[in-house]
């Protein structure tokens, strides 16, 4: 399942995607995030399942365009350092 | 003085099965939705709809649990403490006093919809009092993939019942009256609450009718949800839940937008989310859950 979190508004779309099927549950992308805006929860989104995967943590999705502009500069910018760690690349930005 | 109405007062009911008798049933499921604007509970013997009931979400969630599950129980001599397993959903889903359980409406949603319209459903909008999400499920009602959009009302129920107070028309005939216009007049520029608010005075003034103005909100409504669904990628079959879903005026003009109608159902498609709960925790007490 693709989990998209973030928000629409005037200004653009802001959503990170975690394809919970790709997700192994190894936790290498939380540590990376300098703005910790990423956790390990039991899939929300499949709860008969026990599935661990990683998700946005609730009090980010609605401001993430500004948590993630660190990450983001408008020249030179480098591979997102959550992308990066995730090894089976389930995580995609929208922006 | 005038008695002041309330244009955007919609009406509150329950139901309850009229043969079923529940104390033979093995059994019993509850699923408790507690919105953001309205309040569903719904009660499940042995896997079949038993009793529900839609109120207004009070400005307590606890309150609005415990009325919901009264106001589904009265008059079929259940009481709470009958329910096996109870599973909370929605914006007051954490709230609700005697859930053993929350799960997050979209999964509930999606299920309630597959019970609701059949396992051919893939695409589910959900059109609530706060929010608007779009959804994709599978065969099972096993969500694929969602989108929601939470961070600003327009494109809700809410806009809907600011519209019907700015214009004193009841909220229930809103969808009907968009279409006694003599032509589709342009959508509305903005469906930001506010500022379609002050769009649609600028228009009254300029001498559009009401149901000009009406017909204009909801276009811009219909296709702003269609760009959401857009995102996700619209598939047959689609079934809309929510309040939104009883008001023809952004239904049709949606099905136009999407070239696709939607499904109808048997029961008022807004309990689906406390349908879904319900589900869930029968599921879960079929598994030995306590």
């Known amino acids: ?95 | 003085m005038a008695e002041i109405q309330e244009y955007w007062r919609w009406t509150e009911y329950s139901w309850h099965h009229p043969e079923m008798d529940w104390r033979q049933g093995k059994r019993i499921a509850a699923g408790i939705d507690v919105g953001s604007v309205s309040s569903q509970a719904l009660v499940l013997v042995d896997g079949q709809i038993f009793a529900f009931s839609n109120l207004r979400t009070g400005s307590n969630s606890p309150d609005s649990a415990n009325n919901a599950i009264k106001t589904a129980l009265k008059d079929t001599g259940m009481e709470i403490k009958d329910l096996q397993y109870t599973v909370g959903t929605g914006y007051g889903r954490v709230n609700v006093p005697f859930a053993n359980r929350a799960i997050t409406e979209i999964a509930c949603h999606a299920r309630g919809a597959n019970f609701m319209a059949g396992p051919k459903v893939r695409t589910v909008l959900d059109m609530g009092g706060q929010d608007c999400k779009a959804i994709h499920c599978d065969e099972r009602g096993k969500v694929t993939n969602f989108l929601m959009n939470d961070k600003c009302a327009a494109g809700t129920g809410r806009g809907m019942e600011v519209m019907a107070d700015l214009l004193s028309i009841p909220i229930k005939d809103i969808g009907d009256l968009s279409f006694q216009v003599d032509e589709e007049p342009q959508p509305v520029s903005s469906t930001c609450v506010v500022f379609a608010k002050s769009e649609a005075l600028g228009l009254m003034r300029s001498g559009w009718s009401k149901n000009m103005v009406l017909a204009a909100y909801c276009s811009a409504m219909a296709h702003r949800v269609s760009l959401l669904l857009g995102r996700i990628g619209v598939e047959d079959q689609f079934f809309i839940t929510g309040g939104i879903a009883k008001n023809p005026g952004i239904v049709k003009r949606l099905e136009q937008e999407l070239g696709i109608q939607a499904v109808k159902s048997q029961h008022d498609s807004q309990i689906a989310g406390a349908l879904g709960a319900g589900l869930f925790a029968d599921t879960l007490l079929q598994k030995g859950a306590q």
């Open chain 1, 1 to 95: 399942m693709i989990a998209n979190y973030g928000y629409k508004d005037g200004s653009g779309e802001y959503f990170i995607g975690i394809d919970t099927d790709k997700c192994n549950g190894c936790g290498d992308c939380v540590p990376v995030c300098p703005a910790k805006v990423l956790e390990m929860v039991a899939d929300q989104y499949d709860p008969l399942s026990d599935k661990i995967v990683a998700a946005v943590r609730e009090e980010e999705r609605k401001k993430i365009k500004y948590t993630c502009a660190p990450c983001k500069p408008a020249s030179g910018r480098a591979l997102l350092p959550c992308m990066l760690a995730c090894a089976p690349g389930a995580i995609a930005h929208s922006w």
